[in-house]
């Protein structure tokens, strides 16, 4: 297959899960000798070219500049064109030239929340564009959304497949936007067993884009609940960095900030627990099995898809979720996180058997998922694309139509019904 990503993301460094979730997909399908090319940002606004060449250099990564504005190059088996202009209008006229002249089989299309990647990809591969969802807030519809798009949302009925990480995002896409979506697995771990990186004397209680939709008051809370305790907020906010959060992180006494890192593990080997306070409802939270993985425990807010990201593993806390996207989050009580905190801080023994838990859950997960499965999925609408077949892949208000060859033997979903699963305690 010759596979087209489109994202509104840089592809080097990549620092939020839903972008390396892209990255690692293709990354495994050009392994197994797919042609896979991504279009996206050079660079971020806060980034010089200087910089964004001295860091591919120091991948070992050669940078060609086709033209002012547009860079190229390959980074293991991806070729990516890297795209360092504002001017969306010169984006998408290339990226429809970039489509006729490549000729993919299937287009994704990330989140797109300025609605001018999948415009373009239904105007030059019709019939072929396929929706990787990510973030509702970049969705045309539904509470969460930046604005509401009806144009945007009838793109969306005509792209091939909706694709989303958890059942709560297929069930959030099929109640707000009346459209089929079907969850899936992307791989984002590498193919060898994580490492175990957590421990019991790790410095620091970790929280990864304190920003406040993801809790960052409720982690400041907890940091004065337990001032003996080291903490640490890792800022991969990208373009817009929040600098009234980085006042009153720099504030605290017991606060670090952790320089972000391609490589997760490189912040959880000094993590002895993880906080994923998310108070905007996640659409999964690829973070906390990643932690998980690496027998790092994960505190997490009992929203969204985080419940499908804990995989039954304690511990799931409660928070007052956003209900819409804008606006300040409502106060939170601390009370609850700082409970459950307390004895994996100071009992070895509870700390221990949570993590062994984590490690297992997520451990087991990942040997159910990886490329095969989005292969065979990808392959199947590279098919229907080429005959013809089925056409976009939409529902009604209450009723649904799976493309073919998408059931749960081949999606290497997140489970493939709604059924409730009873948690798995590791409390000691």
């Not at 806390?317 to 009580?333: F, I, K, S, W």
């Amino acid at each position: 297959m010759r596979l087209l990503l489109l994202q509104e993301e840089r592809h080097l460094p990549t620092f939020g899960g839903g972008h390396k979730a892209n990255r690692r997909l293709l990354e495994e399908l050009a392994a197994r000798g797919h042609d896979c090319l991504t279009v996206c940002p050079a660079f971020n606004r806060d980034t010089t070219e200087a910089q964004f060449r001295a860091d591919l250099a120091a991948r070992g990564v050669a940078v060609r500049r086709a033209v002012s504005w547009h860079f190229r190059y390959a980074y293991r088996g991806v070729e990516v064109d890297g795209l360092a202009t504002p001017d969306l209008g010169r984006r998408a006229d290339w990226i429809r030239r970039r489509i006729a002249s490549w000729e993919p089989d299937l287009v994704l299309v990330s989140d797109d929340g300025r609605a001018y990647l999948l415009a373009a990809a239904l105007e030059a591969a019709p019939g072929r564009a396929v929706f990787l969802v990510h973030n509702h807030r970049h969705l045309p519809f539904g509470p969460f959304a930046a604005r509401q798009d009806p144009e945007q949302h009838e793109r969306l009925r005509r792209s091939r497949a909706v694709l989303v990480m958890s059942r709560y995002s297929r069930d959030y896409v099929a109640l707000h936007g009346g459209l089929a979506a079907e969850a899936v697995a992307l791989p984002v771990e590498e193919s060898e067993t994580p490492p175990r990186l957590g421990a019991p004397d790790n410095p620091y209680v970790t929280m990864v884009k304190p920003i406040p939709s993801k809790g960052v008051h409720l982690f400041l809370a907890l940091a004065a609940r337990f001032p003996e305790v080291e903490f640490a907020a890792v800022p991969t906010w990208g373009n817009t960095p929040d600098a009234a959060v980085l006042r009153e992180l720099a504030a605290r006494p017991n606060v670090r900030l952790l320089t972000p890192a391609d490589d997760l593990g490189e912040v959880l080997a000094r993590t002895r627990v993880l906080l994923v306070p998310s108070l905007l409802p996640e659409t999964f939270g690829l973070v906390v099995p990643e932690a998980m993985a690496r027998a790092v425990p994960v505190l997490a807010s009992d929203v969204g898809g985080l419940p499908e990201a804990k995989l039954g593993v304690d511990y799931l806390l409660p928070v007052r979720a956003m209900e819409t996207g804008a606006g300040e989050p409502p106060p939170q009580d601390e009370g609850p996180w700082a409970e459950a905190l307390a004895p994996l801080l100071a009992d070895r023994a509870a700390w221990e058997a949570c993590a062994d838990r984590s490690r297992e859950a997520a451990l087991k997960r990942l040997a159910s998922i990886g490329a095969e499965p989005c292969e065979r999925l990808l392959a199947s609408l590279a098919e229907a694309a080429r005959t013809g077949d089925d056409g976009p892949s939409t529902m009604s208000r209450f009723g649904s139509r799976r493309t073919r060859g998408s059931g749960p033997s081949a999606l290497g979903q997140e489970g493939g019904g709604s059924e409730a699963r009873e948690p798995s305690k590791c409390r000691a």
